[in-house]
């Protein structure tokens, strides 16, 4: 169980906007937002932000950072605590954790941001009483973290759901735009993807856009892989692309019920409209996870 009595902190670093919070459970008690730019001055602006708000609320007994990846997260690697292939200029093999640590006395958690955000659904969002959670986020790319019995998945390296491959429709010979593989899910439906579909800005493309039934379909190809891998029981789907397109999603469960083909017994549209949600915790769940990921350091 959490202390919510316990005053953390977060810092959740993403790819174009950082966060850093200090709260008690999922009370924020404070949060500002700062443009990610290099990684010395974005972390040093965090990391004062942070030592600030100690003088105003008392020292923090625990710092969790959620990342935007890769990221080494084996603790026997000397890579442990950096972000690692990340294509984002200038943030390749950055000493995340040792940065934060050399200015903090105090544990450190670090994951990515989407396993974060999947923790806090767990612990008091749409999650909360599921022993499987997936988050996935679809935005300016694609990333998913699960969460089992409320904990992390780790393996090898982290869950990469955003770069699994999935099936095209006939006659759908658009490359993708993944620098690594092209037509994964993150080079065919995110953001950018659909920017490059459809020659317009992804806020500017009207729920009718043709593009949508191939995105539809290449994420329910995704939610069905996932559903008969890990039998979760909740994927939560954030990010900006998502953010305002219920009627995408109620979409995306009836073409992942056609997928799965009556083969999961009992799960069909009526169902997954239960397990494939929006997250409950909105756009707080990025930060939250910060907070989760610093309760268990």
């Not at 998502?242 to 009627?247: G, K, L, S, T």
Request: a negative charge; one cysteine or more; hydrophobic letters at 45%.
């Amino acid at each position: 169980m959490i202390d919510e009595t316990r005053l953390v902190a977060g810092i959740e670093l993403g790819g174009t906007k950082s966060i850093a919070l200090v709260a008690r459970g999922r009370e924020i008690v404070e949060i500002a937002r700062i443009p990610t730019a290099e990684p010395g001055p974005t972390l040093d602006a965090l990391s004062a932000q942070l030592d600030a708000w100690q003088g105003a609320h008392g020292r923090v007994e625990a710092i969790g950072i959620g990342s935007f990846g890769p990221i080494g997260l084996d603790r026997g690697r000397a890579d442990y605590g950096h972000i690692t292939s990340t294509p984002k200029p200038g943030w390749a093999n950055v000493d995340v954790v040792g940065h934060v640590a050399r200015r903090f006395d105090v544990p450190i958690g670090f994951d990515t941001d989407v396993a974060g955000a999947a923790l806090a659904e767990y612990h008091w969002g749409a999650g909360q009483g599921c022993d499987v959670v997936l988050y996935l986020t679809i935005g300016t790319g694609i990333g998913g973290g699960v969460v089992v019995h409320g904990a992390p998945v780790h393996g090898l390296v982290h869950p990469e759901l955003g770069h699994l491959r999935v099936r095209r429709a006939p006659g759908d010979d658009f490359a993708g735009v993944c620098p690594f593989h092209g037509d994964c899910l993150e080079g065919l439906a995110a953001g950018p993807a659909i920017g490059a579909r459809t020659g317009m800005a992804g806020a500017d493309v009207g729920d009718d856009h043709p593009v949508w039934a191939l995105v539809v379909d290449e994420l329910a190809e995704a939610m069905a892989m996932l559903m008969l891998t890990l039998s979760p029981r909740r994927i939560l789907i954030g990010g900006g692309v998502f953010q305002h397109r219920q009627p995408l999603l109620d979409r995306i469960r009836a073409r992942t019920a056609d997928l799965l083909g009556g083969y999961v017994a009992g799960v069909g549209v009526a169902e997954l409209s239960g397990i494939i949600r929006a997250p409950g915790l909105g756009d707080k769940a990025g930060p939250l996870g910060a907070v989760a990921l610093a309760y268990g350091a």
